[in-house]
């Protein structure tokens, strides 16, 4: 049987010490529960987290050579605490972060054990420390310091963490292993339901065991990590669950909100019945996946648990469901609604078989609602950094990528500042661009439901640089809000842009936890405000489902600005996605093709720029990483003003050794 949340076997012997006074003691930590146990340390005595601490090793270098080790005083107490499942001691090549990131976020993404990554502060100092453990045997598989300028990347949190801290999340996990336990120990299947799930696979040596758990696991890999041979075990006991067509399917999304494997593996089933497919391939899919054209933007991750996925994740919504999703995300879009309801509820669906198809589809195709703002309607400006030197995330963050073109890398950065803070950040960046246009679309006008594609003419759009576009054209047809009116949000304001901003699972806000513990703000509180913004032209929705993800092209072009507005007007007109930031005299655009149709693209806009004036430098994006959870409050001050300190951009430089007024490279 899985584990309980809390049950695993996550202790390490540390030597604690309280540092106002000189007693110290032994005690085995918890970690996932320590702010529990701690209180049963020294005899029931119950000190002051802030003032615990501990020691570890460091061994300090010079000039290559290890010459010697010191102890390093760490307060007990974490900054933050996230599990990964997956860490290896492998290099893993990635460029998205500085060389003192000792390529962390790649390894931590890239394998096939599961940590636990710890940061905390060094005692009297500005440095933090970073560990990770396995979660196995609580060993220290790595630990490096962390300087002041690289805590934010380290500390930042996404709205699951925010959950995953929430006072409801202990009941929540309990509720949840609840919920496997009665999956797991059900009674065994019928011949009949595993005949209907095993299309295309042959179990030798199969037999019925002694609950669902026993039997089904028998259908995943031995070899594979415990982790991950949990989840594909239990999405089998959802799949051959009785209460699989009489519960409602958000029992079983919320059952398995923490697993994406578990989590894909059902709706594609769900989804299979929409179909009115009676037998299924899932355990084909898992044992035996099939080599997929690479039409997706895939991991890089190597690991054969992750391939049963990918399958599903590269397949096309099927012909049955995309006129219903198209349908709702339009008239949504279109409506600007703002109604925190699902579209269809569990009790419509119970009434018909059409309507259940309804709900299962909206949830299966992760039907989103996403909020887009015009920077200077709030406020703030829009800089965009191509270079190399800054690297690091820092709390005006917006996202960070990384893109590459033959053997060149180019990191890419947005932040969002204040107009005097601004200032400051151009007389020390020299490749800094202020945004003085910005505009983001989803086009599903052109998604066709019968072929499951965007229909647009890729060799057209390009010879559209070949035309001129005024500004005032194109900020009539896609501005966001009028900068001419600047209104600075309230912390309840910040609250709901940030999180439409970094987009809503639009079933999440059908449940009262989730989502809504996040939120500080009731459903009926969220509605009004939210029409008050949208009526106020501070925010456009969008309303979004997930179907195949295109490769994204960056696109740097400079030259004739009436040319680079034609291509951006006709890309954000066709293209399935497209983010358009223009400057004074260039443009930076990020768009998603079908790679059949994105080369002949690239081909002739290279070409007919050239004839035209204009210089276009093609980039494929590499990695992405989002910070706009949390963006807005955490840069709104108590008085209502933007936070200037941009401090947390500076201090690279000085760590750099670089003069305020330059860069490297």
Not at 128 to 147: K, M
Not at 214 to 222: A, C, F, M, R, Y
Not at 572 to 585: G, I, K
């Given at each position: 049987m899985?584990?309980?949340?809390?049950?695993?076997?996550?202790?390490?012997?540390l030597?604690?010490?309280?540092?106002d006074?000189?007693?110290?003691?032994?005690?085995?930590?918890?970690w996932r529960?320590?702010?529990?146990?701690?209180?049963?340390?020294?005899?029931?005595k119950?000190?002051?987290?802030?003032?615990?601490?501990?020691?570890?090793?460091?061994?300090?270098?010079?000039?290559g050579?290890?010459?010697?080790?010191?102890?390093?005083?760490?307060?007990?107490?974490?900054?933050?605490?996230?599990?990964?499942?997956?860490?290896?001691?492998?290099?893993?090549?990635?460029?998205?972060?500085?060389?003192?990131a000792?390529?962390?976020?790649?390894?931590?993404?890239?394998?096939?054990?599961?940590?636990?990554?710890?940061l905390?502060?060094?005692v009297?100092?500005?440095?933090?420390?970073?560990?990770?453990?396995?979660?196995?045997?609580?060993?220290?598989?790595?630990?490096?310091?962390?300087?002041?300028?690289?805590?934010?990347?380290?500390?930042?949190?996404?709205?699951?963490d925010?959950?995953?801290?929430?006072?409801?999340?202990?009941?929540?996990?309990?509720?949840?292993?609840?919920?496997?336990?009665?999956?797991?120990?059900?009674?065994?299947?019928?011949?009949?339901?595993?005949?209907?799930?095993?299309?295309?696979?042959?179990a030798?040596?199969?037999?019925?065991g002694?609950?669902?758990r026993?039997?089904?696991?028998?259908?995943?890999?031995?070899e594979?990590p415990?982790?991950?041979?949990?989840?594909?075990?239990?999405?089998?006991?959802?799949?051959l669950s009785?209460?699989?067509m009489?519960?409602?399917?958000?029992?079983f999304?919320?059952?398995f909100?923490?697993?994406?494997?578990?989590?894909?593996?059902?709706?594609?089933?769900?989804?299979?019945?929409?179909?009115?497919?009676?037998t299924?391939d899932?355990?084909?899919?898992i044992n035996?996946?099939?080599?997929?054209?690479?039409?997706?933007?895939?991991?890089k991750?190597?690991f054969?648990?992750?391939?049963?996925?990918?399958?599903?994740?590269?397949?096309?919504?099927?012909p049955?469901?995309?006129?219903?999703?198209?349908?709702?995300?339009?008239?949504l879009?279109?409506?600007?609604s703002?109604?925190?309801?699902?579209?269809?509820?569990?009790?419509?669906?119970?009434?018909?078989?059409?309507?259940?198809?309804?709900?299962?589809?909206?949830?299966?195709?992760?039907?989103?609602?996403?909020?887009?703002?015009?920077?200077?309607?709030?406020?703030?400006?829009?800089?965009?950094?191509?270079?190399?030197?800054?690297?690091?995330?820092?709390?005006?963050?917006?996202?960070?990528?990384?893109?590459?073109?033959?053997?060149?890398?180019?990191?890419?950065?947005?932040?969002?500042?204040?107009?005097k803070?601004?200032e400051?950040?151009?007389?020390?960046?020299?490749?800094?661009?202020?945004?003085?246009?910005?505009?983001?679309?989803?086009?599903?006008?052109?998604?066709?439901?019968d072929?499951?594609?965007?229909?647009?003419?890729?060799i057209?759009?390009?010879?559209q640089?070949?035309?001129?576009?005024?500004m005032?054209?194109?900020?009539?047809?896609?501005?966001?809000?009028?900068?001419?009116?600047?209104?600075?949000?309230?912390?309840?304001?910040a609250?709901?842009?940030?999180?439409?901003?970094?987009?809503?699972?639009?079933?999440?806000?059908?449940?009262?936890?989730?989502?809504?513990?996040?939120?500080?703000?009731?459903?009926?509180?969220?509605?009004?405000?939210?029409k008050?913004?949208?009526?106020?032209?501070?925010?456009h929705?969008?309303?979004?489902f997930?179907?195949?993800?295109?490769?994204?092209?960056?696109l740097?072009?400079q030259?004739?600005?009436?040319?680079?507005?034609?291509?951006?007007y006709t890309l954000?007109?066709?293209?399935?996605?497209?983010?358009?930031?223009?400057?004074?005299?260039s443009?930076?655009?990020?768009?998603?093709?079908?790679?059949?149709?994105?080369?002949?693209?690239?081909?002739?806009?290279?070409?007919?720029?050239?004839?035209?004036?204009?210089l276009?430098?093609?980039?494929?994006?590499?990695?992405?990483?989002?910070y706009r959870?949390?963006?807005?409050?955490?840069?709104?001050?108590?008085?209502?003003?933007?936070d200037?300190?941009?401090?947390?951009?500076?201090?690279?430089?000085?760590?750099?050794g670089?003069?305020?007024?330059?860069e490297?490279g």
């Open positions: 899985s584990r309980h949340p809390h049950d695993t076997p996550l202790l390490q012997k030597t604690l010490q309280e540092i006074t000189d007693s110290s003691f032994n005690a085995e930590i918890g529960r320590f702010s529990f146990e701690i209180k049963n340390l020294d005899g029931g119950t000190p002051l987290l802030d003032n615990l601490c501990y020691s570890v090793n460091k061994t300090v270098s010079a000039q050579e290890e010459v010697l080790d010191q102890s390093v005083l760490l307060k007990l107490y974490p900054v933050n605490v996230k599990a990964y499942h997956g860490f290896t001691e492998r290099d893993v090549e990635e460029n998205i972060y500085p060389p003192s000792k390529r962390t976020y790649g390894r931590l993404m890239n394998s096939d054990i599961t940590v636990r990554r710890i905390q502060k060094e009297d100092s500005n440095t933090h420390w970073l560990c990770i453990l396995n979660e196995d045997d609580a060993r220290l598989i790595h630990h490096h310091p962390v300087f002041e300028h690289e805590v934010f990347y380290h500390s930042y949190k996404v709205h699951t925010v959950i995953d801290s929430s006072p409801q999340k202990h009941l929540a996990d309990l509720r949840r292993f609840e919920f496997w336990k009665h999956l797991e120990e059900a009674k065994v299947p019928s011949w009949e339901g595993l005949y209907k799930i095993t299309d295309g696979y042959d030798k040596n199969f037999r019925l002694k609950n669902m026993d039997t089904v696991e028998q259908l995943v890999p031995s594979w415990s982790y991950y041979r949990d989840m594909y075990s239990l999405a089998l006991c959802a799949i009785p209460d699989l009489t519960k409602d399917p958000l029992d999304v919320d059952g909100i923490d697993s994406a494997v578990a989590h894909t593996m059902i709706m594609y089933h769900y989804t299979n019945i929409v179909r009115g497919i009676t299924s899932i355990v084909r899919t035996n996946p099939k080599p997929r054209r690479r039409i997706t933007v895939e991991s991750i190597p054969e648990w992750v391939l049963p996925l990918r399958e599903i994740e590269s397949q096309p919504l099927p049955q469901t995309r006129p219903i999703i198209i349908r709702h995300a339009l008239k879009t279109n409506d600007q703002t109604k925190p309801t699902f579209p269809v509820t569990w009790k419509q669906a119970k009434q018909s078989r059409e309507m259940w198809n309804e709900r299962v589809t909206l949830i299966g195709g992760l039907l989103t609602m996403t909020g887009r703002f015009n920077p200077e309607r709030l406020g703030l400006r829009s800089l965009l950094y191509l270079g190399g030197a800054y690297r690091w995330p820092h709390r005006h963050s917006t996202w960070t990528a990384e893109a590459v073109s033959d053997e060149r890398h180019l990191q890419i950065q947005e932040f969002l500042l204040p107009p803070a601004v400051k950040v151009k007389r020390f960046l020299k490749r800094v661009f202020i945004t003085r246009w910005y505009s983001r679309r989803v086009n599903y006008h052109t998604f066709e439901a072929s499951g594609e965007w229909k647009y003419d890729p057209k759009m390009a010879r640089v070949e035309r001129r576009v005024s005032k054209r194109i900020a009539k047809d896609f501005s966001i809000g009028n900068p001419e009116i600047v209104t600075i949000p309230d912390s309840k304001d609250i709901i842009i940030d999180a439409l901003s970094h987009s809503i699972k639009y079933h999440d806000l059908e449940r009262s936890t989730g989502f809504w513990d996040t939120m500080s703000l009731t459903p009926a509180e969220f509605e009004l405000r939210l008050n913004l949208v009526n106020e032209g501070m925010i929705l969008s309303y979004q997930h179907p195949p993800r295109y490769a994204s092209r960056c740097v072009l030259g004739d600005m009436g040319r680079i507005r034609s291509l951006a954000l007109e066709n293209a399935p996605t497209c983010s358009v930031y223009l400057f004074d005299d443009a930076f655009i990020i768009v998603s093709l079908h790679p059949d149709k994105m080369d002949p693209f690239i081909k002739t806009l290279v070409t007919s720029a050239i004839e035209n004036d204009v276009v430098e093609p980039w494929t994006v590499n990695r992405y990483s989002g959870w949390g963006l807005l409050q955490r840069l709104l001050c108590e008085d209502g003003t933007w200037e300190d941009i401090s947390g951009l500076l201090c690279q430089g000085r760590g750099l670089l003069p305020l007024d330059t490297e």
